[in-house]
C-alpha cells in the first residue's frame, strides 16, 4: 500500500528501541559490550602493520564459496557474465563509445562554435554554454559510410534535438 497524504505514519508513537537495547547504547564503561576501546594512534598502526600483505581469504574453499556466491553479479564481465549473447555488440554502440565518434563529435562543436546551429532556437536562444548534441545530417542508419564525415554533422541544443524528434528521424534532411 502506498503511503498518501493524512495516512498515519507506521511508526508513529513507538520507541526508537527495542526494550533491553537502549541502556547499551546509551551507557559507557567497562560494563558495556556493546562499546569499543579506544586504540592509540601506535596501536592502530601495529595493527594495520599485522595485517599488511596477508591475503584477506585464509583457504581455498573459502575462495571457491565465495566465487560461486558471486556468480552472475554485477563485476563480472565477458563470457562468464550470465547474459552473455556471444559477443554481439550493436553497431550503434560501438559506433557510439569509440574514439572515432568522440573526436567526429568534438570537431563538429569546434566549427559550430559550440552553439545551436538552429536559426532562432526557442529552447537554446543560440547561447553559449548549454548542453550540446551532435547529429548527423544524413541519417546513421541510411548511410553508415557518412558516420564521421564531420560534413554531415550539425550542432544542436539537447533540448531542440530531442524534442523535436530530429533524434528519431530516418529521413534526410534538406
Keep these: 500500500m502506498k503511503f498518501q497524504k493524512g495516512m498515519i505514519s507506521w511508526n508513529k508513537g513507538k520507541k526508537g528501541y527495542h526494550r533491553g537495547h537502549k541502556p547499551y547504547i546509551v551507557a559507557k564503561g567497562e560494563d558495556n559490550p556493546f562499546y569499543g576501546k579506544k586504540h592509540s594512534k601506535e596501536t592502530k598502526e601495529?595493527?594495520?602493520?599485522?595485517?599488511?600483505?596477508?591475503?584477506?581469504f585464509q583457504s581455498e574453499e573459502t575462495k571457491i564459496k565465495i566465487g560461486l556466491g558471486n556468480k552472475g553479479r554485477k563485476g563480472i564481465s565477458g563470457e562468464k557474465h550470465y547474459n552473455w549473447k556471444g559477443g554481439i555488440t550493436p553497431l550503434n554502440r560501438k559506433l557510439r563509445t569509440s574514439a572515432m565518434w568522440r573526436l567526429w563529435r568534438e570537431a563538429i562543436f569546434l566549427r559550430d562554435n559550440f552553439t545551436?546551429?538552429?536559426?532562432?532556437?526557442?529552447?537554446?536562444?543560440?547561447i553559449m554554454g548549454v548542453n550540446l548534441h551532435p547529429h548527423h545530417i544524413k541519417s546513421l542508419a541510411?548511410?553508415?559510410?557518412?558516420?564521421?564525415?564531420?560534413?554531415?554533422?550539425?550542432?544542436?541544443?539537447?533540448?531542440?534535438?530531442?524534442?523535436?524528434?530530429?533524434?528519431?528521424?530516418?529521413?534526410?534532411?534538406?
Excluded at 595493527?47 to 584477506?56: F, N, S, V
Excluded at 564525415?149 to 528519431?168: F, S
Design 46 to 56: 601495529k595493527m594495520r602493520m599485522a595485517k599488511l600483505g596477508k591475503p584477506h
Design 116 to 126: 545551436c546551429q538552429n536559426p532562432k532556437c526557442e529552447f537554446c536562444e543560440n
Design 142 to 174: 541510411l548511410y553508415p559510410e557518412l558516420a564521421f564525415k564531420v560534413e554531415n554533422g550539425i550542432t544542436y541544443c539537447e533540448e531542440y534535438h530531442l524534442k523535436t524528434g530530429l533524434h528519431r528521424n530516418m529521413q534526410v534532411e534538406v
